[in-house]
């Protein structure tokens, strides 16, 4: 079973979505068991989940702490797990970190997000974990955008497949929908079909 991890230590940074858009596009791409693990208290990937009507995703509780969350979806025969974590200097998110098969860190171009990366990256390099930069929100030919990517560019790898600001995004998480599945022919699909493609090759190959 593979292990996403999707941290940052600031909020608002897009975790919560990006999780939840990466395990419906890996479910319908693979047609495997995927599951998702909220360890935020805010719960913003349990409610998305409640409000869903579909069968996939499955959530895997949290309670008993990310090491038996994670025992309890391999027993259930799940080939991926995606883990939301608190945007917080918690405990808890140095352990899930450790127990990744990939880090993905959302950051919007924005000066307080480059700002905040350094305490994620710091984490996964701790552990000896690899990392990718996912930049979401991005604004149509707005320079911050490239040079968010040249500056995490010193930090890790970046994503060549980024998320624009739409928002379609939010209008699908009201009733537990992903913004592919509202729109399947838009341009959110194929930016979702774009990170999944790019974020499924970097599992399969070894860091």
Not at 90 to 102: C, E, Q, T, Y
Not at 151 to 179: E, N
Request: aromatic share 4%; hydrophobic share 50%; net charge neutral.
């Amino acid at each position: 079973m593979y292990t996403l991890v999707i941290a940052s230590r600031k909020g608002g940074a897009g975790k919560t979505t990006l999780a939840s858009l990466l395990a419906v596009e890996a479910a319908r791409v693979n047609s495997g068991p995927v599951v998702v693990i909220d360890l935020d208290p805010m719960r913003g990937l349990t409610l998305w989940w409640e409000a869903r009507a579909a069968d996939t995703p499955a959530l895997v509780a949290a309670d008993g702490g990310p090491v038996a969350a994670l025992a309890a979806a391999r027993a259930a025969g799940a080939w991926l797990a995606l883990v939301d974590t608190p945007p917080a200097d918690a405990p808890i998110v140095a352990a899930v970190i450790g127990l990744a098969d990939l880090v993905i860190v959302p950051v919007q171009p924005s000066p307080h997000d480059l700002r905040a990366v350094g305490a994620t990256v710091d984490l996964a390099r701790r552990v000896r974990r690899p990392l990718v930069f996912v930049i979401n929100r991005t604004k149509p030919r707005v320079r911050l955008t490239a040079e968010a990517a040249i500056a995490l560019s010193q930090h890790g790898t970046v994503s060549p497949a980024m998320l624009a600001d739409r928002s379609v995004y939010a209008a699908a998480a009201i009733d537990g929908r992903t913004a592919p599945e509202i729109d399947p022919a838009g341009a959110s699909a194929a930016e979702v079909t774009a990170l999944w493609a790019y974020i499924g090759d970097r599992l399969e190959t070894p860091p």
